[in-house]
């Protein structure tokens, strides 16, 4: 992986401005810094004026894990094209199965998972997250979530920051939720920005799409050919972006 505002790798952002290019982002980790507490998500009063201002340049849509209303209310104001919720499955026509699989998820995980300390389920409608962060011993809970989930053959597992998602198999995900954007749009390129293993099957497409995939930390082993240090770089890349597309004008 290349750090993408070393001085050397700049020229790969410059490229990418020269033609109509969508810019699409994550939300947790991402665009707002990782807390303890989900429902305490925030963004940055500076990352705010940023993305404000960016998305006023370029056409932007974030997609999220998070349900499409919770993530659009903490991005209230910002002049976004797209808001993508559940990991690209709202908005679609997928929506009422993942709901009916997420049910019948909670009602077989529940009693099975209920007395491990420090697991929070969050339901988020279209598929479900399990957080462990707040276990005293998380690779027991990691344990006991992955021993309880193994016979979900209609759940697609994904091990994040600290939490195990589960989405419907064959629904939507973040990648198609990106290409239908690039095509409605029409948009000739992308970068997308993201930061764990939900984000894996948007950095794919880099391997065959003009897509300029960055990922937020440093992990040899993701399909992202560039990264930025730590979720306080991205205010930095907002202000390059910025500074690159009024070097056009």
């Given amino acids: 992986m290349k750090s993408l505002l070393a001085p050397q790798n700049r020229p790969a952002l410059r490229r990418l401005v020269r033609g109509r290019v969508l ?3 994550d939300f947790d980790g991402t665009l707002a810094p990782i807390v303890a507490d989900p ?112 016979d979900l053959a209609d759940a697609r597992v994904l091990k994040g920051i600290l939490a195990v998602d589960l989405l419907p198999v064959g629904a939507p995900n973040k990648a198609t939720a990106l290409q239908s954007e690039l095509r409605r749009l029409g948009c000739q390129a992308a970068l997308y920005l993201g930061d764990d293993q939900t984000d894996e099957d948007v950095f794919a497409l880099s391997r065959r799409l003009p897509l300029l ?20 770089d991205v205010d930095a890349l907002l202000a390059k972006l910025l500074d690159l597309r009024s070097a056009c004008d």
């Fill in 213 to 232: 995939a960055v990922r937020v930390g440093h992990k040899p082993r993701s399909l992202a050919p560039y990264y930025l240090p730590s979720q306080d």
């Fill in 23 to 25: 810019l699409a982002f």
């Fill in 39 to 150: 429902a305490r998500a925030y963004l940055r009063p500076q990352t705010r004026r940023l993305l404000t201002d960016v998305a006023r340049k370029y056409p932007c849509v974030v997609i999220s894990g998070r349900s499409r209303a919770d993530v659009a209310r903490h991005l209230a104001g910002i002049p976004l094209r797209q808001v993508f919720g559940n990991h690209g499955i709202e908005p679609s026509p997928a929506l009422p199965a993942a709901r009916r699989a997420v049910r019948r998820w909670l009602a077989g995980l529940l009693p099975r998972l209920a007395r491990v300390p420090g697991i929070i389920f969050d339901n988020k409608g279209a598929t479900l997250a399990i957080h462990y962060r707040k276990a005293r011993n998380r690779p027991a809970a990691l344990k006991a979530i992955s021993a309880a989930i193994a």
